[in-house]
């Protein structure tokens, strides 16, 4: 019995990694998309330093760690957690098993280092086309 409520605590905790996955992924590429509209709209918050350079960490944390194949820490926490919970990523309720089909796709490594680079190039240029205003 205890077994059983500790394996559900263990896949619930999964499920908690997979959408903070999710919304540290979906926060890079909406906050890119942001900051290039906000140039255009005259959003202020797009200029924002605090924002944009932690948006700059985001990705090139993402992107060292494509180019050097080093495991994501919330990929490895939630595969550990699964794996004490006895189930498998694919095996997953449908919320968690969808959003692992947004995060993870089945190509090459060689795609997602282009990938990471290419986003990781595209906000360091937003530094440039959308500058930041140290003035606030």
Not at 50 to 64: D, G, N, P, Q, S
Not at 74 to 102: C, D, R, V, W
Not at 106 to 133: C, K, M, W
Request: net charge positive.
């Amino acid at each position: 019995m205890l077994k059983l409520m500790n394996m559900k605590i263990y896949a619930a905790l999964a499920d908690v990694v997979v959408v903070v996955h999710f919304l540290y992924a979906a926060t890079i590429i909406v906050g890119l998309i942001l900051i290039y509209i906000g140039k255009y709209l005259k959003w202020h918050f797009v200029k924002n330093a605090t924002f944009r350079i932690i948006h700059l960490v985001m990705i090139m944390i993402i992107a060292f760690e494509s180019v050097f194949h080093i495991e994501c820490p919330l990929t490895y926490i939630e595969y550990k957690l699964l794996s004490l919970a006895k189930m498998h990523y694919q095996n997953t309720p449908f919320i968690a098993g969808f959003i692992n089909k947004i995060l993870f796709w089945n190509l090459p490594n060689e795609f997602f280092d282009i990938l990471y680079i290419a986003l990781a190039i595209f906000i360091l240029l937003s530094f440039f086309i959308v500058p930041i205003d140290f003035k606030k």
